[in-house]
C-alpha cells in the first residue's frame, strides 16, 4: 500500500498503486477489485485520482502511435503529458489546443477533467478536439468512443473523472502554430468591474485571463491584471529570433515542507501588491512572451504546492453563470479579503459551454482560489459553496476535495444520466474513486 | 538509408533503453531497437517515428545466444555509428546462492553477453576507424555486497571489459564509454525500496548517455552523487565492510 494524495496535498489515502505495463494489465486490475481508478499526474488537487482500493498509475503509457504532420492528427497513449506533446510537437508547428495552468498533467486526465485553457470562451476545452478514445471498462473490456460509436460513453468519459473507465488511448487534433511565442496585451484594472469589463472586451481574443489581488478591499475590491493572447506569427518575431525557444524544466524546487508560518496575511498581501504594481508598468502596451511563462506561470517552482505546509491546501474554483455574477463574486471576494488568508493571487476568467455530460464549464466566470488547510477554512468554504448554488454555478470536480454532495447535486443536473451510463458500463460498479465515494456512489 | 548518424540500442525495450533512443532520436539520429521480442519494440519504433521523424529498426537479440551474435551483426542493414548495451539482469541472489543455473544466467546476462556483443562491434569499429560503444554496467559492479555480489560480480567483469576495451580502441579512434547508473525507477526497481534523493528516473539516464557520447566521457556515474558515494564504499577496509548488512 501507499499513501498518495492529490495537488492539494490533503487529503492523503492509502491505496494499491499499481503501474501496469500493459492494456491487458489495466483491464485485469481494474476487473479483478471493486475501486480502482485510474491516475494520470496526479495534479487534480483533491481525492478524483485515488481509488477507494487501488489506483492504477497511467504515465507510463507514454507513446505517440501516429501524428500527421499535414493535418496535426495525432494518435497516442494516455499517460503522454502535455509538457511532451508541447516539446515535441511545437517546435514541429503543432501544439495542444488547449492547456490548463499546468504542463504537468496527462492526455487521460486531461480529458478525464476536460480541462479548460485561457481559451474557453471562445475555443471550448480539451474534449473538443479529441475523437475517439480508447476505454477499459470496469469490467475489463476494451471499447472505443467517439461521437458517432457509443457516444453516451464518449460525452460521459469527457470531464467524468476517469468513472467511466481507463483511458488507454485517443485520437486528437493539434493546432497549427508559427511559433512558440504569445504576443500578450496587460490590462490593469483597478476593481471587479472594470475587471470584469475588460474581460468581457477580451472576448474576442484567442486567450484571456484575469489575475485578481484578493488582499484588495473597499474600492480596491477585485482589483486585477487581464491578460490577453494570441499565438505570434512568424513575421512578428525580430530577425534571428528562435521561432520555438523550449521551456526548461523546473530547476528551482520547494525542497521541504515550509512552516505554515509563512503565508501570512501580511505576506500575501505584500506579495500582491508588489505582483500588481509590477504588472501595471507593463499594462498598456503589447510584448512577445513564450508560451510557457504565458500558458505555465507557476511550473517554473517544482513542487511549489509544498509552501503551503504539511497541512496541504485547499483550491476553490467555482463558476457563476453570466446573469447576476457581479454581485456573487463581488460578495466572495468580500468574505475571502476579509477572512485574510487566501492565496496569492486569484483567477478569474469567462467559459463558454462544457462539451462533456459533466464537464465543470458553463457560460460565466470562473474563479479560483487558494486556502491553506487550517481552522475555520471548511466552514467558510461552505458558506461560499451556498452563495454558489444559489447563484446556479457549480464547483469543478478537479479541485475539489471538500464539497457537499447538495452543492454537488444542485450544481451537475446531468448527474442521473451520468450515473446511468456509468451503470451500463460498469454493472458490478467496480471503478470507484476516493471522489465518487464521496459524492456519486450510494452509501 | 539517410546520411543521418545512427544508435542501435540493445536492450531496447527496457525503460533506460527507451529512454535513451529517445534522446538519440530527438537529436537526430536514425534508431535500431534490438531485443529478445521484436512485438514489443513495434510501439516503440512507433512512437520514435512518429516524434521525430527519424528512421527505426527494430531487431531480433538475444543476449546469451552468443553463438548467432556473428550473424545478427552480419544481418543488420549498416554499421551503426553508436552501440549502446543496455541489456541486463538483476536476477535474485537469494535463489542465485544455491541455483546453479540461475548464477549463471546472471553471470551470463550482465557480463559475458554484453561483452562479447560489444568486443565484436568493436572490431568492425576498429577496422572502419571510428564509432561509439557503450555499456550500461552499475554502480553494483564497484564493489561485491553481501546483497548483491552475483549480480554486482558480473557487472564488476563487465566494467573491467569496457575500461580495456577503451583503453585499447582509443588508438583505433574508437571510444568507449562506461555507464553506472545508481538506483533508476524502471521495471527491474519496481516495488523496491529506493533511497529517494538517489533515484533517477530513466530519462535523465537516457539524456546521460547522449551527452556522454557526444563528449566522449569515459565513465559517467548517473546520478553524478554515485560517484562520491562509490569511492567512500570502495575506501571502506574489508574488516568494516564485512560487517555491514548491505
Ligand atoms: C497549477 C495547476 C494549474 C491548473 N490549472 C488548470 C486550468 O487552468 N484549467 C483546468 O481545467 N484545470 C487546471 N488544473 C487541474 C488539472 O488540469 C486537472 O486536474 C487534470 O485533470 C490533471 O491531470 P492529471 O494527468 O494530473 O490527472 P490526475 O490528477 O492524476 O487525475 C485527474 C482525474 O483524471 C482521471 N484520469 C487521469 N488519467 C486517466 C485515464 N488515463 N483514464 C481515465 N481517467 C483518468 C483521474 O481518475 C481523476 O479523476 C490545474 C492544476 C494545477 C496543479
Ligand atoms: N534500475 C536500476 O536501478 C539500475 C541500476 C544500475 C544499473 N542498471 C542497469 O541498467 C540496465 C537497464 O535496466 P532497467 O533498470 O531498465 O531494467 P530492465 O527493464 O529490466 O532492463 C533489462 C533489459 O535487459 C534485457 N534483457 C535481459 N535479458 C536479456 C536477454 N537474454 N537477451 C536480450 N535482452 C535481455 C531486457 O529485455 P526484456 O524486456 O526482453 O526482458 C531489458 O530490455 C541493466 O543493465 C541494469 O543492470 C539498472
Known sequence: MTLVSGWGRFPVVDTDLLRPRSFEAVGEAVADVTGSVARGNGRAYGDAAIGTARTVAMTGFDRIRSFDPVTGRIRLEAGVLLADLIDTFGPRGFLPFVVPGTRFVSVGGAIAADVHGKNHHCEGGFGRYVDRIQLATGEGETIEVSREQNSDAFFATVGGMGLTGVILEASMRLRPVETGWIRERVIAASDLDAAMRALDAGDTATYSVAWIDCAARGRSLG?????????????????????????????????????SMTLNRYSIRAFNELYYRLGARRAGGSQLVSLYPYFFPLDSLADWNRIYGKRGFLQHQCVIPEAGARDVLGDILDRVARRGDASFLAVLKKLGQGDGLLSFPLPGYTLALDFPVKGGILEFLDEIDHLVVAAGGRLYLAKDARQSRATFEAGYPALPRFNAIRKSLDPKGNIRSKLSQRLFDEV | MTSRKSVLVLGGSSDIGRAAARAFARSGYDVGLAGRDVAVLEPDAADLRARYSVEVGVYRFDVLDTAAFESFVGSLPALPDVVISIVGLLGTQESAQSDLAHATTIMRSNYEGPSLILGLFAEKFLTRGSGTLVGVSSVAGDRGRALNYIYGSAKAGFSAFLSGLRARASRGGVHVVTVKPGFVRTKMTEGMKLIGPLTVDAPVVGDAILRAVENKTDVVYVSGKWRLVMLIIKTLPEAVFKKLKF
Do not use: C, Q, T, W
Not at chain 1, 518575431?237 to 523550449?246: C, H, N, Q, V, Y
Open chain 1, 223 to 259: 482589483r486585477s491584471l487581464i491578460y490577453l493572447g494570441e499565438h505570434a506569427g512568424k513575421d512578428e518575431l525580430a530577425d534571428g529570433a528562435d521561432a520555438f525557444p523550449l521551456g526548461r524544466n523546473p530547476g528551482l524546487a520547494v525542497p521541504i515542507d515550509m512552516p
